[in-house]
């Protein structure tokens, strides 16, 4: 007797019928090979079947892919909320392709694939599919949007590969873009951006002061936390420990409380984590002396 797994799920459904634009597969379980993080970031960069995204020609999503993208969407964001993120890469990986490429909704599609990768520990995928969401937020003039996704762009490629040229660039075009905003959440985020890259801890206690001004000025908390998170480890690493475990305090407070994000929790203990482990550094190096001076980003920022 044949056997049959019933699934009403929004992916499950697209997947079954058809529907134009949506990828086509049987009513069974997704293969691994489909479920592999890499194949889904081809299937939404349109690789699997077209050239790249550049190639392919931006226009309306027909009325009938209409209502499975939207359920898509949805099933992804849901999945995003409740940290279900090999659930949002499925999701959002089916949805990307059907949605006009520099549109609004492709960006924000393609930064949700890439939080959710980013999760998954696929950081080439995350930031190929972030650089796509940049693209799109720039294509529909979403400048706000795109300087912030510059900035995350170049604090991952300092912190998570180490490739600091990249970094470089696209800090200066994080940089480049704020400076035709006056909106203190874009310009927190690229002064945060600035903090996660710099060399040296007094430069990076600087801008993340400046961050946290911005933060506080917008009432935005991840980015308050984070900048609070980052003045507190470069401080320690200067040599300053009591005044930099105020400021780590502090930010796990807000984290720990429910004030913030997921992903700003996870970076917070990070840099607490690395902030003890400057601190042991210290008392085991230069017995007796003040300060290391030794810079955050000499040591791990990822997978600590």
Known sequence: MASFTVDASPVQRARRLGTPGLPSVSARRPAASERDPSAMVAMATGREHAGPMDDRQAGPVPQSTRASVDALLAAGSRALDEARWQDAVEALSLAAPALPP?????????????????????????????TMA?????????DDAAAAAAAWLAREYAGAIGNEAASRGWLARAET??????????????????????????????????ALTH??????????????????LATVASGALESGLVDLDEAMAAATGGETRLSTLATACCD?????????????SHSGTTSSHRSPNAMAIRGC
């Open 177 to 210: 873009l704020a400076d035709t905003t006056s909106s203190p959440v874009v310009q927190g985020w690229v002064a945060l951006a600035g903090a996660y890259t710099a060399r040296d801890p007094f430069e990076q206690i600087t801008l993340a002061g400046t």
């Open 102 to 130: 520099g549109g609004p909704e492709h960006a924000r599609a393609s930064a949700g694939l890439s939080e959710a990768l980013w999760w998954l520990g696929e950081v080439d995928a995350a930031l190929e599919t972030r």
């Open 134 to 142: 940049y693209a799109s937020w720039r294509a529909s003039g979403e």
């Open 215 to 232: 933060a506080r000025a917008a009432g935005d908390v991840d980015i308050e936390v984070l900048a609070l998170s980052r003045r507190g």
């Open 272 to 284: 607490l984590v690395l902030a003890a482990s400057c601190r042991a550094s210290s008392s085991g």
